[in-house]
């Protein structure tokens, strides 16, 4: 009896949720402890403070949010360098993996989240533009003998087709102002843009988008099954959910590899290149906590997405899970 | 009637730069004789020009409504809630906990 009418009043709280007070938000989000108006969430732990893992330590939600951010503040301007680093850039390969695996259409639109640095959606512009001249190579050849169909059209005008288009959404500013100078510097601009937001309250209206890629972002997200419902929500019907994330390997050997070279190897180059070793530790740590490919598959289907699949790549330490908006 | 027309433009410049330092608080980087300058002045100092085209798919991440761009404040403001996000080198900021609170009086901002 206690526990529907927990359950109706939490309900109704998070009906309320969005016209609370920023202030109070604020505040419950500055203080360590979690009992304000954001209680929602408290309500369903009996007066305790929810804690979440922060690589292997175990740290109050809120304080979570707080510490990914400095991980990624500090390493922002190394990141790329590191990337390549730690993976003897095979990252690289993961993510054109992904791309082959979406194959955009022309006219589709990209939400890139957590995109921080920008390699996705700069893959994307680049594969919709190889998509588009393909397109045209091949409209030319047919036109050699165009029938009477092919004529007409080309005397009406012609709707232009809608401009495809990435957007890059990361929490963390420093992150997408290394991203933008690189565009900058690429002399990427057109189809491109910038947004600081949140996963698990994206700035975004309903149906928006054909695709959603979170590429080595969602572990550091606190509430997951937020940040997937969050995606559903901005999906198309038909869009889809792409995640690149690091996971479990099998094979015992070469997880052993694996492993040492995780704990051993990455937080060196970490203090060697980047002069942090604390965040790669947190790096390692935290792919260690994240679910398996079976969980996190199951993950994606309670928050709604159908014909969820996943393809492990370089033996399961990275799997690319899908999943659609239907 | 020149003389008119340059008297009013003074006072209308003297009266937005005393504006400014009596509003709100701010994490901003734009300087405060920032409204004061001419048009072209102000674009140049934003030099990342906020992109209009993503309004269309922006809205307020609390309430989910359409924004207003404020080309002044360089701010995407949410008038049923009253409040704003800012806009830092041509980047919009969608963190709720880093939007001002636009009050009648002047507004304390809440920091994070």
């Not at chain 2, 409204?35 to 809205?59: I, N, Y």
Request: proline residues 5%.
């Amino acid at each position: 009896m206690a526990a529907s009418m927990r359950l109706l009043v939490r309900r109704a709280i998070r009906l309320s949720h969005k016209n609370i007070t920023l202030t109070a938000a604020g505040a419950a989000a500055r203080s360590d402890c979690c009992r304000g108006p954001l209680v929602c969430r408290c309500f369903s732990d009996e007066a305790e403070d929810r804690s979440t893992h922060f690589g292997f330590e175990t740290v109050p939600e809120t304080e979570k949010a707080k510490r990914v951010y400095k991980v990624f503040e500090n390493v922002a301007q190394k990141y790329d360098i590191m990337n390549d680093a730690m993976s003897l850039g095979i990252h690289r390969m993961w993510k054109d993996t992904l791309l082959h695996v979406m194959h955009p259409q022309p006219g589709a639109q990209l939400l890139d989240m957590a995109g921080g640095t920008g390699d996705i959606s700069f893959r994307f512009l680049d594969y919709i533009r190889s998509q588009e001249e393909r397109q045209k190579r091949r409209v030319a050849r047919s036109s050699q003998t165009p029938s009477w169909r092919d004529i007409s059209n080309n005397y009406s005008t012609q709707d232009e087709p809608r401009e495809s288009r990435a957007v890059v959404c990361d929490i963390n500013k420093e992150m997408l102002k290394v991203g933008k100078q690189k565009a900058d510097s690429l002399g990427v601009s057109a189809g491109l843009s910038w947004v600081v937001g949140d996963a698990e309250e994206l700035p975004f209206d309903d149906d928006q988008f054909d695709i959603y890629t979170i590429a080595f972002g969602i572990r550091n997200v606190t509430h997951i099954d937020q940040a997937l419902q969050e995606a559903l929500r901005v999906l198309k019907p038909g869009g889809r959910f792409m995640c690149l994330e690091f996971s479990k390997v099998n094979n015992p050997i070469l997880s052993r590899i694996y492993d040492a070279y995780s704990f051993q190897m990455i937080p060196v180059i970490g203090e060697v290149i980047a002069g942090d070793w604390k965040s790669y530790q947190y790096l390692v740590e935290s792919i260690r906590k994240f679910p398996n490919q079976e969980e996190f598959k199951g993950m994606i289907e309670d928050a709604g997405f159908y014909c969820v699949k996943y393809y492990n790549l370089t033996g399961g330490v990275v799997a690319l899970h899908s999943g659609f908006k239907l | 009637m020149f003389k008119n027309v340059l008297s009013r433009l003074v006072t209308e410049t003297v009266r937005s730069r005393r504006y400014v330092p009596n509003g709100p608080v701010i994490q901003r980087l734009i300087p405060a004789s920032g409204p004061v300058r001419t048009f072209t002045d102000r674009k140049g100092e934003a030099q990342p020009q906020f992109d209009a085209s993503l309004l269309d798919v922006l809205v307020c991440p609390l309430s989910k409504k359409p924004l207003r761009y404020d080309a002044e404040t360089n701010e995407l403001i949410n008038e049923e809630l009253g409040i704003a996000y800012p806009i830092l080198d041509g980047i919009p900021n969608m963190i709720p906990q880093e939007a001002r609170l636009i009050q009648k009086d002047s507004a304390e901002t809440p920091t994070h």
